[in-house]
């Protein structure tokens, strides 16, 4: 069971100003923004045309690999950095896809560790700002089961059904969940990798796609535990909750 750092005070819980709030989060992470990503997943199959055959089978590898590393680094950047600023996050995140961008796929590739790492402790971020401490074993599968929803190139909404599968700590360990979480995440990194791989274009590609993705990882992950805080403050299935939200979405 997740449990909340700071237990809430013996007040009434507003379960609608609250799910309000969280409808607000989750527009913010699928706004204007998301118009400009939308049209770039539906090219995806043609941009894709620009990553080497031998680059695109190992896209999958290197996200594996990224996302297991970034597990690792963003726990040790907690000790170093607690805080986070999330605009100053969104810059960072600019510059790296920027950087990625300018050499192509080679750089593109190499960006992949830094920018999943950003992405992971933002998340993170997210969740202790909902009241739930990141080190958490549960926090932390969560969070990593957080790239598994539809990402910001995703031509479809977002998918609300993730937010109702909970990570038991006796379930698969974060290396094993980062494996099952890679292929989808492969899906939606493959088309930034190739977006990047465009000529000239790369740089600016990398830096505006990266600060979406920074933008729509912390808004969902603010839904997400948002929820699960929810859920405990008024005792309700979290599944009942995802569905009222989901209502308030129509």
Known sequence: MIE??????????????????LV??????TGPGMAFMS??????DGLADYIPKGAQQGLHTATEKALQT???????????????????????AAAMGAVGG???IGTALAELPLTTTLFLRSIQAAAKSEGFD??????????????????PLNSEDS?????????????????????????????VFGRKVAAQALPVMGAVAGASINSIYAKYYREIAHVHFGLRRLAIETDQPIALLTQK????MA
């Open 4 to 21: 909340i750092i700071h237990p809430p005070e013996l007040k009434t819980v507003d379960e609608s100003e609250t799910l309000d709030r």
């Open 159 to 187: 998918d609300l059904a993730f937010m109702a599968t909970r990570m038991a700590v006796s379930g698969p360990t974060l290396q094993a969940l980062a494996t099952q979480v890679a292929p989808k995440l492969a899906l």
């Open 134 to 151: 990141p080190k958490a074993d549960n926090v932390r599968f969560d969070s990593v089961r957080i790239f598994a929803s539809n990402g």
């Open 24 to 29: 607000v989060r989750y527009r913010n992470a």
């Open 245 to 248: 939200l989901e209502s308030r």
């Open 102 to 104: 300018v050499g192509g």
């Open 70 to 92: 970034a597990i690792k680094a963003a726990d040790l950047s907690h000790r170093v950095l607690p805080d986070e600023d999330a605009r100053l996050t969104r810059l960072v």
């Open 39 to 44: 049209k770039l997943g539906q090219k995806a």
